[in-house]
């Protein structure tokens, strides 16, 4: 063969080798997932067109920064590492990670790489690939917040229910307890008539040869005291009972089961319910004013409310670092109905309050606070057509408004 011939061929074959190399070329770029390689030192050597296209880098400004040490993948320490396991295993890992793009842009992805083999069957380096799973995080987390929201409902379903029941045992015995409690009180006036007219009739009786011992015997067993003390212990007996009567009857009013179906009702009278259902939380902690104005009846699920006003008020009395006061206030304008929860606490700071009505944010210990009080609390206000607002200052005190309107659409 000629020199000439030879180095026409030599020619063609470079020309067929760089056909093949663009073809390679054309092929990755075609890929729509991107793709990066780099050597066994951790330095770029070639990524594909989706690559510069989710980073916002041409290629040849990726090997430039990496020769400079710059990796376009952080945490760099966690992705090095995921380098040498695969070189030193000389097989394929995969793994999760959340990449920042040059514009300061967040992502999830899943990072697979595989180690390349270069002369001899020595590993070259690394060929990776990575797929955006943003999205589908996105959707996992709103998926598990409605399943939390479900469960949250469903176990104040489930209270609901156990306070009716509870209500409704407690009636029971309340009922003779104060009906034995009433005759009783009818008993002591009797006797007391009794043991008047007995006195009266021994008084005249000045020659009664026991009279004495009879007035000592009254003194001693503290008779007159037992007499008047008797009626005034049934008359504390019958309020306490008619104050547990009344909470009784709050719980039935505020579980509701029997109205779990939308109907008009009046805030303040829910209100008062909730107030009394929480005092407990309350009455050590804070005082309460109430400023009620005169407000129209709504159309609402009445359950779902006393959960919302609920929250709120406990929520107000954990943000007491010390003795505080806490105003419910109620007022109207033309087609709405305004409640707010105002406390005397310690107050948010802005990045809590942008945050406040996120699920499962909570500022408060593990295992105090699910996140999702006020999330739901929201949603509820929401699904009756109105809105729920806060305004806080650190070190001043929270308050809570909710616009609920009067004709809404869930009659």
């Known amino acids: ?38 050597d066994r030192v951790g330095h770029y050597v070639g990524c594909n067109r989706a690559f510069e296209q989710f980073f916002g880098v041409t290629q ?42 040059f514009h300061g842009r967040a992502f999830d992805v899943i990072i697979t790489k595989a180690p390349y083999l270069a002369d001899k069957g020595k590993s070259g380096g690394i060929v990776g690939t990575f797929t955006d799973i943003t999205d589908r995080k996105q959707s996992e987390v709103l998926l598990q917040q409605m399943q939390g929201q479900i469960i949250q409902q469903e176990k104040m379903a489930s209270i609901g229910q156990l306070a009716a029941g509870v209500a409704h045992e407690i009636n029971n015995p309340l009922g003779f307890i104060t009906s034995n409690l009433t005759s009783l009180g009818k008993y002591a006036g009797r006797l007391d008539e009794y043991i008047a007219a007995l006195q009266q009739s021994l008084g005249e009786c000045t020659v009664h040869p026991d009279r004495d011992e009879i007035d000592t015997l009254r003194q001693k067993l503290k008779v007159d005291y037992i007499i008047s003390d008797m009626c005034e212990l049934v008359n504390e007996s019958l309020d306490g009972a008619n104050r547990v009567r009344r909470i009784v009857q709050d719980l039935k009013s505020f579980s509701r089961l029997d109205e779990a179906e939308c109907c008009r009702t ?7 319910t909730t107030i009394n259902i929480a005092w407990n939380e309350l009455k050590y902690i804070t005082t309460l004013d109430r400023n009620f104005g005169e407000v129209p009846d709504i159309v609402c699920y009445p359950q779902q409310l006393n959960q ?3 929250n709120l008020l406990v929520n107000a009395a954990q943000a007491m670092e010390k003795q505080g006061n806490i105003t419910v206030s109620t007022w109207h304008d033309a087609g709405n109905v305004f409640v707010s929860v105002a406390d005397t606490g310690k107050g948010m700071p802005d990045e809590v309050k942008r945050r406040v009505f996120e699920p499962f944010f909570t500022t408060k210990e593990a295992g105090k606070g699910t996140g999702l009080g006020l999330s739901i609390s929201a949603d509820i206000v929401r699904k009756h057509g109105g ?14 408004t909710v616009r609920l309107p009067v004709n809404s659409q869930l009659e």
Do not use: W
């Open 1 to 38: 063969m000629s020199p000439v011939e030879k180095n026409r061929n030599e020619r063609m074959l470079l020309e067929r080798l760089n056909q093949q190399l663009r073809f390679t070329q054309e092929i990755i770029n075609a890929i729509p997932t991107p793709v990066f390689y780099i």
């Open 60 to 101: 040849h400004e990726l090997i430039s920064r990496s020769m400079c040490g710059v990796n376009p993948m952080q945490p760099r320490e966690l992705h090095e590492q995921m380098d040498r396991e695969c070189l030193s295993s000389n097989q394929l890992c995969r793994y999760d990670a959340q990449l920042v793009d």
């Open 266 to 272: 009046n805030l303040n009278e829910s209100l008062d």
């Open 308 to 310: 919302v006003f609920l």
């Open 387 to 400: 809105e729920i607002s806060v305004a806080s200052e650190p070190g001043i005190g929270t308050t809570f």
